[in-house]
Structure formats: C-alpha cells, structure tokens
C-alpha cells in the first residue's frame, strides 16, 4: 500500500503537466517565426511616425483578409487576417532638400533592429495572445529573442475592444 502512495506521488507532477494551460509553453504558441511570404506585395493600411528613442517612420500593411476587414470596419478580424509594420529610420534628406532650400524633407533611412513587426490572426493557435500571434524580424530576416517577444501582447492588450489593433484605415 505504501510503495503504490508513493508511486501516485512519484506520478502526479507528470499528471499536472499535462493538466497545465497551452501558454505555459508559450515559445510555439505565441509567436511567428516565419516571414509571411509576399508581405512585402500588400496593400497599405496607413503610415506611422514614433519620435524618441525610436525616431522611426512606418508603413503598416494588411494581406487581402485584414485589408478588407479595415475597410469594412470589421470587428474582431478574421482568422487569416495579417498586419505587417515596417520601419525604417526617420533620417533627413539632403538630397530633397535642396530643392527646398532649406531643412524640411524627412524621409525613410535605413532599417532599425525593430524593420520588421507581424501580427497574425488565429484566434484558436494564439488563443493565449488575444488570438494574435506577434513576430518580429531584423533586415537580415533574423527573429527577435523570445525576451523581447513577450513585450509584445502586454502593450497591444489595453486595446481589447480594438481587437487589440491601433492602427486605422487611411483612407
Ligand atoms: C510599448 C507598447 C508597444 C509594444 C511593446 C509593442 N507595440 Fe506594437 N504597436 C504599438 C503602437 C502604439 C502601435 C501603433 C502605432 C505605431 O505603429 O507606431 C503599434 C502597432 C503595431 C502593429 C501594426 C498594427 C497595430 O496594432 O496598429 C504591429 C503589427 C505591431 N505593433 C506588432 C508588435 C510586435 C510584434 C511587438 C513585439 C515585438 C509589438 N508590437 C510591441 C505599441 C506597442
């Protein structure tokens, strides 16, 4: 009797982990480490600029299903639905501005470790996110570090009744 207590005792941690929820083993889960092929080929939803420590210029685009979702004004977006941000450095431009004569063209410079940002709807596989999943990629299409990663869902997810998406549709 003693030997099979101590046996259940020796099996129950084995039991709990498979009781423990998904996002326990969150790495797989919740983020993309994929490019989306042919990001690069979709349409633009709207344009951002972040000062400070980012100094950065950004386009945000969506694949068909999150473009039609925007212009619809659809909420939550559909499975399917991906967002990409590119970023590139705010940097000003000699070049134009001496058509201008003075100092006031700023356009997009070089990439920053943060070119790359996905977001990707699948509300069963991300369930845990949201029902995004996040990715982000250096210029050399290298992924982030999972560290940086789980900065991601925490600042996106004030914006629940948003779908957790800030961007609008420029029209
Ligand atoms: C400190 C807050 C913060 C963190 C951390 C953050 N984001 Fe965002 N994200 C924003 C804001 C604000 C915007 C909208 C303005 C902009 O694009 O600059 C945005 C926009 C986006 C967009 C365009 C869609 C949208 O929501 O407007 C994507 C894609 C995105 N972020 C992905 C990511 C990924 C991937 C990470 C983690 C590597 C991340 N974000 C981390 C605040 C954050």
Not at 112 to 127: E, N
Not at 137 to 163: N, R
Request: aromatic share 12%; glycine share 8%; proline share 9%.
């Amino acid at each position: 009797m003693r030997s099979m207590g101590l046996l259940l005792a020796a099996m129950l941690p084995a039991a709990l982990a498979l009781l423990a929820p998904r996002v326990g083993r969150a790495d797989q889960e919740i983020y993309v480490t994929q490019i989306p092929v042919g990001y690069r080929d979709w349409k633009l939803i709207s344009v951002a600029h972040e000062a400070g420590d980012l100094n950065d210029i950004r386009a945000i685009l969506g694949n068909d299903v999150a473009v039609r979702a925007f212009r619809e004004g659809k909420l939550p977006f559909p499975d399917g639905a991906v967002i990409a941000r590119i970023s590139w450095a705010f940097v000003p431009s000699e070049q134009n501005n001496k058509v201008f004569g003075r100092e006031q063209s700023w356009v997009a410079g070089p990439p920053p470790p943060w070119y790359l940002q996905f977001m990707v709807k699948d509300s069963k596989k991300y369930a845990a996110t949201g029902g995004w999943g996040y990715a982000q990629f250096d210029k050399d299409g290298k992924p982030a570090p999972s560290a940086k990663m789980s900065t991601c869902y925490p600042c996106h997810a004030p914006f629940k009744s948003l779908d957790f998406i800030f961007t609008k549709y420029a029209p």
